[in-house]
């Protein structure tokens, strides 16, 4: 069973860059097949996708947010990230790492349980 | 924010069946991308439901079916249960994935 699990500051001052990893076990990053992601939840709002990556290098981001968005993988530590640049309070969400199904453009099958991240001064 | 348009809250009692609506445009579920379900408990992450409009991932209850029609996609939950009170999303494409507002369903 695949398990992932984010790690990260609580706590972003604003105009600063975020940061968050997904550590990945029961499977591999660089696995050819595997399509990982970030989502987000504002506090009482709905879910944001956000980015996906393949280990291959092929990325797919956000519209809204792709100037600010950076996913990448790590694989020597089985690892795949988020840094959103220049932050506000309006990024304060909860941020999931997640595994498609298979394509970015099929469901998030796996997920993790979710790193609040507060924007603040 | 979000293109795909759900109720903001559904209920009915124990054993009844509740429908959550999706309504989206020509541009995503109208244009044959493909609709998914996700169940959200307070405090947790969400749980893939109903993937590609119809089909249920091994271990979700066949209480749980979804369909799909011209713009609008649907979840029933018929033999409604105390421990189906979540918040429901629906999930599609407009160039990128895109979420529904979210359904609050609440078993009276």
């Known amino acids: 069973q695949m398990q992932l699990q984010e790690s990260g500051p609580g706590l972003v001052k604003p105009s600063e860059t975020l940061s968050l990893t997904c550590s990945v076990s029961g499977g591999s990053v660089t696995s050819p097949s595997y399509y990982w992601a970030w989502v987000r939840q504002s506090p009482g709002k709905g879910l944001e996708w956000l980015a996906s990556?393949?280990?291959?290098?092929?990325?797919y981001y956000n519209p809204s947010l792709k100037r600010r968005v950076t996913i990448s993988i790590d694989a020597s530590d089985n690892q795949f990230s988020l840094q959103l640049t220049s932050v506000t309070a309006a990024d304060t969400s909860v941020y999931f790492c997640a595994k498609h199904l298979s394509s970015p453009w099929t469901p998030f099958f796996y997920w993790g349980q979710g790193a609040l991240v507060t924007v603040s001064s | 924010q979000s293109v795909l348009t759900q109720p903001p809250s559904v209920s009915g009692a124990p054993g009844q069946t509740v429908t959550i609506s999706c309504t989206g445009t020509s541009s995503n579920i109208g244009a044959g991308y493909h609709v998914h379900w996700y169940q959200q408990l307070p405090g947790a992450a969400p749980k893939l439901l109903i993937y590609?409009?119809?089909n249920r991932p091994s271990g979700v209850p066949d209480r749980f079916s979804g369909s799909k029609s011209g713009t609008s996609a649907s979840l029933a939950i018929t033999g409604l249960q105390a421990d189906d009170e979540a918040e429901y999303y629906c999930q599609s494409y407009d160039n990128s994935p895109s979420f529904g507002t979210g359904t609050k369903v609440t078993v009276l």
């Open positions: 590609n409009d119809n």
């Open positions: 990556i393949i280990n291959s290098g092929s990325t």
